[in-house]
């Protein structure tokens, strides 16, 4: 602790042990307990106690109180606890009764102060940071702590029993490992005296009909599993796995959703990795048993571990199935029956759907799937789900109330088209008349005006996937023409988004378009249809789109559109039309300049960046002067995201020039022409003097914005770092160029040594003197600067201190004054 803190600290403890004066916050005094917890773990507890007598005056002060503040009082309990957790520490409080007086008899446990919710909790808390030694350990089984722990397992408070189930592992823990040369047996004796009471509580509590004991001892042991890994709790569980399959046996089975959480913590564990364990033979039971509603997480969990079965895997993934399955059946689809053996014997509901699907979705994307997934059922489910949700007739024998459960249904439509993107993945192995039923589908929601914006997104997104499809080697032509079609069919129905008076629909039909162009760019069939749809000209009106997120998607879906009609871009037949497109940088410079919102702005420096690292024509031929307009036009731009943008355009262009000239990280760019003609370092440095580059970069280091700031001085940290790499290489004499060396020895670095006024402009101007004052300049400790985030002042313990006691006096003068 320093010795400001020092001195401030006694006046905040008589603050808080005051009754008379208001305690500080909560959020005061949670900032109080890290400051502590961080002393405590730094050094030893007992000397910050020693030194800081003001602390245990406090402790003492407060737990002698007899009306004390119940927030103060749970403070205290927290505080004691975390000096306690040091087996010195602990023995100093012991010896003045701090410790008897917060978490014994004579504490808040024998007095109605009990009652408040927010003592209890700062009594668990407090008792399970102290549990850190045996000392501890021996206190709490000694002073009976143990039956309180047991009791606020069924806390009204959620907080404070899931606390009481953590202390009762670590309990259970310490007492194992208080008697590790004994060798641990499933027989009762065997055990330490304070486990085998906790056990035979634990087993006492599964027995019983009592739904809340039983949760809370299920509870109980999936954290203990959580936090122990050893050996003896495969002991454990030995003797508790028949009392755990009798509850499995009931109907329905006890306590379902806490008997999934128990199997799959257990399944996590090493202890139970073994394929021989007896634990699969009751997760296996579980899946069988568990009704569906409840069971989807634990066969999911299943799915992606490595060390379960092929065959608890199997059974894990026939339930996912299930209710697919029954869609299946329901429509009397020829596919039914493939997906599971089994069938729903519960109603089917729309949450249940949800989370079938979206388990499925997740595990198409893990290659630890083992076993075989029957995709093509799958598929069809998905469709025929997508065609009831729709109002679309799928068969004469369709169930009606299936009908009535489904059609219209949001959360079914979104979870089904997330899990339809996914299965694109599998599309090779599927039939032509199945694909055409995909597209089919994704097509109808795409066109429906009933269709919600966010229904619209993600059917886009899945129409984007299934498209990408077409990028695999072994596609067939036959394959690409039903593509081709698709493609065609989605861009006319985008031609009316783009003119819609939603602005949601115009915005997610200008990102497919984006994206699209993104990832399919090069294929000559998919630019045909692009220019084929008339889109780019409804692209440029939506620059001026009156909403400024649509004008930002836009630029983006512009920026791309000039790529993809790139003269040099293999592959693809251009038009007249392409021209005006490729020459397209005036239009977003003006953006740039004038738009009243930020994201147009930074969409456009975003556009820019990929066409210097692209090598668009409007860059490639003079990347320096390509460059400087974007910067002049980005100079005093208030928002702050646009300045980044800028600076990172500027680092792009200077790591491309320095690659040119083998000083850079990376190798040069294809687009650059500076990379393919390299320059001597003293031209390269001229030539960013007179873009007025360094100057631009410095006005950054300087900005107000902490992000803009730190960005400009990674860039002049990559440009220092790539000179000194060049002075290394460089005789003593100079370069070639007749740049003289900087010297050797620099000067003494400063915190921010920066050119101003109009010397700045000189400065900037002349590469020896921003040489120097880039090796004057303590780039490095500035940066480290940065990166402290931008709260650190108030989280300073000196500034919290002194917040504490300005609350205090303010308070005071309230109160003398209240008017």
Not at 108 to 125: A, C, F, K, N, Y
Not at 653 to 673: K, M, Y
Not at 701 to 709: E, I, K, M, T, Y
Request: proline share 5%; with cysteine.
């Amino acid at each position: 602790m320093d010795a400001k803190c020092s001195q401030l600290l006694p006046s905040v403890c008589a603050v808080l042990a005051d009754p008379g004066r208001p305690v500080a916050d909560d959020t005061c005094l949670e900032k109080l307990l890290d400051w502590f917890k961080a002393l405590a773990s730094a050094g030893p507890g007992l000397r910050v106690l020693k030194e800081n007598p003001c602390l245990m005056e406090l402790i003492l002060a407060v737990l002698k109180q007899g009306e004390p503040d119940p927030v103060l009082l749970s403070f205290v309990l927290r505080l004691t606890g975390i000096f306690a957790a040091s087996e010195s520490s602990f023995q100093y409080l012991q010896q003045r009764e701090v410790v008897f007086g917060a978490f014994g008899e004579a504490g808040p446990l024998g007095s109605p102060l009990w009652e408040d919710m927010t003592i209890r909790s700062g009594w668990v808390q407090g008792a399970f940071v102290m549990l850190q030694h045996y000392s501890a350990f021996q206190f709490l089984c000694n002073s009976g702590a143990l039956d309180v722990v047991f009791t606020l397992q069924g806390d009204p408070s959620l907080f404070i029993a899931a606390g009481a189930n953590r202390l009762l592992a670590r309990l259970l823990i310490f007492s194992v490992a208080s008697e590790p040369s004994r060798l641990l047996s499933s027989k009762d004796c065997d055990w330490p005296a304070c486990a085998r009471m906790m056990v035979a509580r634990l087993e006492e509590a599964l027995r019983s009909r009592s739904p809340s004991r039983i949760k809370n001892s299920l509870k109980l042991l999936t954290t203990l599993f959580e936090d122990s890994q050893d050996a003896w709790t495969e002991i454990l569980w030995s003797r508790l796995a028949e009392t755990v399959e009798a509850l499995l046996m009931e109907e329905p089975a006890q306590a379902e959703p806490w008997l999934v959480d128990l199997f799959l913590s257990m399944a996590r564990s090493p202890a139970f990795s073994s394929q021989e364990c007896s634990l699969w033979k009751l997760v296996a039971l579980a899946l069988k048993n568990i009704s569906l509603a409840q069971v989807g997480p634990l066969a999911h969990g299943l799915l992606k571990l490595e060390a379960c079965p092929q065959a608890i895997k199997a059974q894990g993934l026939a339930v996912l199935l299930q209710p697919m399955d029954c869609i299946l059946r329901a429509t009397s689809h020829p596919l039914a029956a493939s997906l599971s053996a089994s069938s729903v014997e519960s109603p089917l509901s729309t949450s249940l759907l949800c989370q079938t699907m979206a388990h499925l979705e997740e595990i198409q994307e893990t290659a630890c799937v083992a076993v075989e997934s029957p995709h093509r059922p799958l598929l069809c489910a998905v469709v025929t789900v997508l065609q009831l949700c729709a109002g679309q007739e799928v068969s004469s024998s369709s169930d009606a109330t299936l009908d009535h459960l489904l059609i219209g249904s949001f959360r079914v439509q979104r979870a089904a088209l997330s899990l339809l993107g996914e299965l694109s993945r599998w599309a090779a192995a599927i039939h032509d008349e199945e694909r055409l039923q995909v597209f089919a589908v994704l097509l109808a929601y795409i066109r429906s005006p009933d269709s919600s914006p966010v229904i619209l997104k993600k059917a886009l997104l899945g129409t984007l996937k299934w498209l990408l499809r077409a990028l695999q080697p072994s596609v067939t032509l036959a394959d690409l023409q039903q593509h081709r079609k698709f493609l065609r069919d989605a861009l006319q129905v985008l031609r009316k988004h783009l003119c819609s008076p939603s602005w949601e629909v115009r915005d997610s039909s200008l990102e497919f378009l984006s994206l699209a162009m993104k990832r399919l760019r090069g294929l000559d069939w998919f630019w045909q249809e692009l220019l084929s749809s008339e889109l780019p000209m409804l692209l440029e009106g939506l620059l001026n789109d009156h909403d400024s997120y649509v004008r930002a998607s836009a630029v983006k879906t512009w920026g791309h559109f000039s790529l993809q009609a790139h003269p040099e871009t293999p592959g693809v037949k251009r038009n007249e039309n392409t021209k005006e497109v490729c020459a397209g940088g005036a239009r977003l410079l003006e953006i740039l300049s004038s738009d009243s919102e930020g994201f147009p702005r930074r969409a456009a420096v975003g556009v820019f960046i990929d066409w210097l690292k692209e090598g668009h024509p409007e860059a490639s031929p003079d990347p320096a002067q390509f460059v400087s307009r974007a910067l002049q036009a980005a100079d005093g731009d208030l928002d702050w995201e646009v300045k980044i943008r800028a600076l990172e355009l500027a680092g792009v262009f200077i790591g491309q020039t320095l690659d040119g000239l083998g000083l850079g990280e990376g190798s040069a760019s294809a687009g650059s022409s500076l990379a393919k003609t390299p320059a001597p370092l003293a031209d390269a440095l001229r030539l960013f003097c007179q873009m007025e580059l360094f100057g631009f970069l410095f006005r950054g280091l300087q900005d107000c914005d902490r992000p803009v700031a730190l960005k400009a001085c990674e860039v002049l940290l990559a440009l220092k770092s790539a000179l000194c790499k060049h002075r290394s290489k460089s005789s003593p004499a100079g370069d070639a160029a007749g740049l003289k060396d900087v010297p050797t020895e620099t000067p003494s670095p400063l915190p921010l040594s920066l050119p101003a006024g109009e010397a700045a402009e000189k400065d900037c101007q002349d590469p020896e003197s921003l040489l120097l004052i880039l090796e004057s300049t303590d780039l490095e400790g500035l940066r480290r600067a940065l990166d402290v985030s931008s709260d650190h002042l108030e989280r300073n313990p000196e500034s919290l201190l002194q917040d504490i006691l300005a609350a205090a006096g303010n308070a005071e003068e309230n109160k003398v004054d209240c008017y």
